[in-house]
């Protein structure tokens, strides 16, 4: 059995797996593509953070907020001006893709040339340890995991008690339909990216302090998340959520054993389950 | 749906072979390692490019190319360096052994199509890369392998020496890349080339009309592989290193990139103009004393491509308009939009 801290880092993982893989599930649902660019957003997210930390004095639970707005806009922007334009009827699945997948090297490009290729640290924000009998806790490990029930609930209610969620769950549902009872699905789409993509970037804000925050920070958690779909099942979003929770908790639990080959193992976990059972675990539909 | 272009209508054969000529007595005008050298990479990505695009065409987004250039390099490269095995057979082998193993994944892997087949190559790409990286006794790890340069062609008198001058590498990437086309252009022609576009024009119409599909894909998968390892076995020779961190994920998407840029309407054409035009933009922007300029503009460039020439055809295409305009050849085999639209 490994120790409690294994189990506390996994936890913190997949969280930050979790918010990810909600907002890609969520933009898959209604624009039927797969963003990606994800990643990139995590990283221009932690950097908004770090630069609006030390260079603009704003305090740090205002400036995730902050993150998610310039962010979200950007993700809009991209969706109105790329995506909507690749999705058009008689382009099929291979354009769009390929153009998520080149914006992944536009924006750390932009970044590097921006912000500059050196790491660089935000430790001093929420220093401080919790110490519990047998082992201790980072305060800043702690603020991601509220962080993230906090988000989780508050997309609850815009998904479920509001007018825009009622739209967007149309829109997923039955786009032809919601679309004659009104429903614009080109600007639910535009939301929908806004809100995935502002999700990505209060992942990163909030991991920025965590982590180092550089350009190329985020590969491994849009690799991870696109994981975390598979395990859950593309298109559901019930699975994103328990799909990123057992990822971060295997993942960390496996490298308590064999070290670098978790990931390997993990990469052959998803083969396996491609292979064997598409649909994943909670079978949403599959268009 | 990817649109198909004919190669009559690209460029006349007196003009290909005038070009290929250039290129054949190139080094007479330059022996310039630098531009000798840009020249050979970008042939060596071409081949790799060529291999996306053949894959691209019965409808599967591979996103592992790299790691099969990887495979090949290593193959090589440990057989080389660690076994001691003279260079041409091992060569040779490496492509045996990437293709062999291209055919096997794809037996398992090509039947789930679309966005998952993109993310069980991106998965095996990672797996390449992680095992290369752990198996320390056989890849010594992130250090990597060196391995040796071909050895010396002895032609009685004459010797050609791959260790003292770049040139022979050279006319070794222009017979590499001369085949590959060859082969690849060859299938472009073929029934099987047939097979393929109709495949890429639609696929649920070619399935009923009696084509296998997995079949298909199988193929284009296990060529694919073959001529990749090539490729990355001569990359790793020809820069005497192999490291995992050199073919990954990364360079995958670089290979799709340049086939977008390039055009996947046509499987040589685009791919020789795509790498050239990639490869050299690449090199002389990392020169530039702003960093990464060269991947912002990489992913502009694509992303421009992909916008604003109609369905991504690429450079290839715009190529051919202007031709077309410019010697005024009647357009044959141009589609009228009401018959596409009634197809789809």
New interface residues.
């Given amino acids: 059995m490994p120790p409690a801290e294994i189990w506390v880092d996994g936890l913190v993982q997949s969280c930050i797996y979790m918010t990810m893989a909600f907002g890609m599930v969520l933009v898959f649902s209604i624009l039927g593509i ?1 963003n990606w660019t994800h990643g990139q957003f995590y990283m221009l997210g932690a950097f908004v953070v770090y630069y609006a930390i030390t260079a603009a004095g704003i305090p740090f639970p205002i400036s995730l907020l902050i993150s998610g707005v310039v962010v979200g806009g950007l993700g809009a922007l991209v969706e109105k001006f ?1 995506i909507e ?2 999705t058009a ?7 769009v ?3 998520t ?13 921006v912000f ?2 050196q790491d660089k640290g935000l430790a001093m924000v929420l220093p401080g340890v919790l110490n519990l009998s047998s082992f201790s806790i980072s305060y800043q490990k702690i603020a991601v995991v509220i962080f993230t029930l906090v988000i989780m609930i508050a997309m609850y209610i815009v998904l479920n008690f509001t007018k825009v969620g009622l739209a967007i769950r149309a829109a997923a549902q039955e786009p032809d339909a919601a679309s004659l009872y009104g429903i614009s699905v080109g600007r639910v789409s535009v939301i929908v990216m806004g809100i995935g993509c502002a999700l990505a970037a209060m992942a990163g804000s909030i991991m920025a302090p965590v982590y180092i925050v550089n ?1 190329f920070i985020g ?1 491994i958690p849009m ?1 991870f998340s ?2 975390a779909i ?1 395990i859950g099942g ?1 298109g559901s979003l019930t699975g994103a959520i328990v799909g990123g929770i057992i990822l971060g908790l295997l993942n960390s639990v496996i490298a308590y054993y064999v070290s ?2 978790s ?2 193992v993990l ?2 976990l ?2 396996v389950i ?2 064997v059972r ?1 649909q994943g675990l909670f079978g949403a539909s599959i268009k | 749906m990817i649109p198909y272009l004919d190669y009559k209508t690209l460029l006349p054969r007196t003009a290909a072979g005038f070009l290929a000529a250039l290129l054949v007595i190139f080094p007479v005008f330059t022996t310039n390692v630098i531009t000798l050298s840009i020249f050979i990479s970008s042939g060596i990505w071409a081949i790799a490019v060529m291999g996306f695009t053949l894959v691209l065409r019965t409808g599967q987004f591979s996103l592992g190319q790299a790691a099969f250039m990887a495979l090949g390099g290593y193959t090589s490269a440990i057989l080389t360096a660690n076994l001691g095995m003279p260079f041409w057979p091992s060569f040779l082998l490496a492509g045996i052994v990437s293709g062999i193993i291209a055919l096997i994944i794809g037996l398992v892997v090509l039947r789930v199509g679309g966005i998952y087949f993109s993310i069980i190559t991106l998965a095996l790409c990672e797996m390449v890369r992680l095992l290369a990286q752990q198996m320390e006794g056989i890849t010594h790890g992130v250090r990597g392998l060196i391995p040796p340069p071909p050895p010396p062609i002895v032609l009685g008198s004459f010797e050609i020496n791959f260790s003292t001058s770049i040139v022979p590498y050279y006319y070794f990437m222009i017979l590499l890349v001369a085949v590959t086309s060859l082969v690849f252009w060859q299938i472009g022609r073929s029934r099987l080339g047939g097979t393929f576009s109709s495949m890429a024009a639609n696929q649920i119409l070619a399935e009923h009309q009696g084509i296998h599909l997995m079949k298909y894909r199988v193929i284009a998968f296990t060529v694919a592989g073959v001529f990749t390892g090539f490729a990355g076995a001569y990359y790793a020779h020809f820069l005497s290193i192999i490291t995992p961190l050199m073919l990954g994920l990364w360079e995958s998407i670089q290979i799709m990139m340049m086939s977008i840029v390039g055009g996947i309407s046509s499987i040589v054409g685009g791919a020789l103009v795509g790498s050239l035009v990639l490869y050299t933009l690449g090199i002389y922007l990392s020169r530039l004393p702003i960093y990464n300029i060269q991947y912002l503009l990489f992913g502009a460039v694509v992303v421009i491509v992909l916008l604003f020439l109609p369905k991504g055809t690429g450079l290839i295409d715009l190529w051919g308009k202007f031709w077309r305009k410019v010697f005024r050849e009647p357009d044959e085999y141009e589609i009228p939009e009401e018959v596409e639209a009634a197809v789809e």
Avoid at chain 1, 101 to 113: D, K, P, R, S, T
Wanted: glycine share 10%.
């Fill in positions: 797969l790329i334009r690749l009827p008689g382009y099929g699945m291979l354009y893709t390929a153009a997948l080149a914006l992944i090297f536009f924006f750390e490009g932009a970044a590097g040339m500059g290729l350009p590969r690799i696109l994981l598979i593309l670098y080959l990931e390997f990469f052959l998803v083969i491609l292979l598409p």
